[in-house]
């Protein structure tokens, strides 16, 4: 069992890529960028943002990329409607 502080850490370190990855959702997920981010390895990022996310970084990437495309495709529909 991870230690309180230990926990804290993962959690900041998720925070700040989760932060990254809003900002810009790409595909595929530039895995070396974003450990840089977090100040882990890549194994150890995986498993706390899966810990804290219940999904993988590429997951959530496509996720996030699928919502902005279709929101992106919903305006002209709603500008049209109006």
Do not use: N
Not at 30 to 46: F, K, R, S
């Amino acid at each position: 069992m991870a230690s309180a502080s230990a926990w804290a850490f993962y959690q900041e370190a998720v925070r700040r890529v989760t932060k990254a990855i809003c900002a810009e959702p790409s595909l595929p997920v530039d895995v070396a960028a974003l450990c840089a981010i977090a100040e882990m390895t890549p194994l150890h990022l995986e498993r706390a943002f899966h810990l804290c996310h219940g999904v993988s970084m590429a997951e959530y990437a496509r996720h996030e990329w699928e919502s902005r495309r279709t929101r992106g495709m919903a305006r002209p529909w709603l500008i049209a409607a109006i």
